[in-house]
């Protein structure tokens, strides 16, 4: 299984009161990440991002492309904002003129470094503690970016939401594991939709996934996610993640038989997608059968055009993006397994399993740093 190595990290006190260095920390690199508007769409160095921790140094970015429609498109998304350059609309933008994908791998790239992570003390398998942090719980990087991009979105959208929903979280919909679908997965499988002519003459309008400089991020460098939490946790088998016993998380333990508070949809969605739940639910199920290609293989392709109009008075779709041009990013496709009932026998075809429920190429947030010896085996395995 690919391990997207996020170490989980934490934070003290009240979620609203944030831990002054956890907060700065994220939010400099969620800055950095998320480039203005205007800096992507004239391809400009100011939208080149992760050049500290990318490969060869150079980060990634300028686009190599942004196409009118995209720029358009990514500029009304967020017209009823009043801060088009907040963080909540720059990270929005970015999902419809492509430059997400660089930053949710100059993102990855950064959390996978071993110095911004910090064990909690709450572990009771941990043996050692950072310098700078101190704390019952483990530095959870992706659970601050998920509470960051929530607070700008709500204060942006204030008048929309009731009282109760300006003045703080929305408890129980703060969901790293859906942050991350609907910033780095769901945009994968999206193209802005332009006149024929032009994709005909360049089809990487809209298969593109090169930089400016020549740095590809392909779709399964940043996706899908399945699970996060402690090494233990993902180990464990018998609570299968949940339970407030994993006292070194912090969602776990602000979360108590599932009652109505916060991070309960968290939870749940822990609870389903859980790596052990893949062992038991599809390795170990005789009524379907697992090819290598599902297991190891790339995501299925798209079944669905996405069309539009280039004017509103037209009655019919002018402009297409054919669905084989969308990217290999169907990530609950069943396609890729087409002889899934056993020889011989009848099965449900309408309850196939998806590439999510099958895949093994997934990203789970480790946290990987209880033990020197699970440090060590993790950053030798980090690209198996």
Known sequence: ??????????????????????????????????????????????????????????????????????????????????????????????????????????????????????????????????????????????????????????????????????????????????????????????????????????????????????????????????AYGSLRQLQDVSSRIPGAHFREDFTEMNTKHDSDVVFKGARRQRNMWNPFKVYQERICDPEYHMSVEEVVGNAPHWETDIRDTSRASLFHSDMVVPSGLRGESNFEGTDNHPNVCPEGEACDLTKKPTYRESSMLQMVYVCRHHHHSALDFDLQKKDT
Not at 96 to 105: I, L, N
């Open 1 to 226: 299984m690919m391990l997207l190595l996020l170490l989980t990290g934490s934070w003290t006190g009240e979620l609203q009161l944030v831990f002054c260095f956890e907060q700065e920390l994220v939010r400099a690199k969620l800055d950095e990440c998320f480039p203005r508007l205007k800096y992507v769409a004239s391809q400009s160095f100011g939208s080149v991002v992760g050049e500290e921790t990318s490969a060869d140094g150079l980060g990634y970015g300028p686009m190599f492309q942004v196409t009118r429609y995209e720029f358009s498109t990514a500029f009304l998304v967020t017209e009823s904002f009043k801060d088009q350059d907040s963080l909540a609309a720059r990270m929005i933008q970015s999902r419809f003129t492509g430059h997400y994908r660089f930053a949710c791998k100059a993102w990855y790239e950064w959390v996978n470094d071993a110095t911004n992570s910090a064990p909690g003390s709450n572990n009771p398998d941990s043996k050692f503690q950072a310098e700078d942090y101190n704390s019952p719980y483990d530095r959870n990087l992706l659970l601050i970016a998920t509470i960051l991009f929530d607070e700008s979105y709500r204060n942006e959208l204030c008048d929309v939401y009731d009282d109760t929903g300006c003045s703080g979280y929305a408890w129980g919909m703060i969901d790293p594991i859906q942050f991350w679908r609907e910033q780095c997965e769901s945009p994968s499988g999206w193209r802005n939709a332009v006149p024929t002519h032009m994709w005909m003459r360049d089809a990487n309008v809209y298969t593109g996934v090169e930089d400016l400089m020549g740095h590809a991020v392909e779709d399964w460098m940043i996706a899908p996610m399945r």
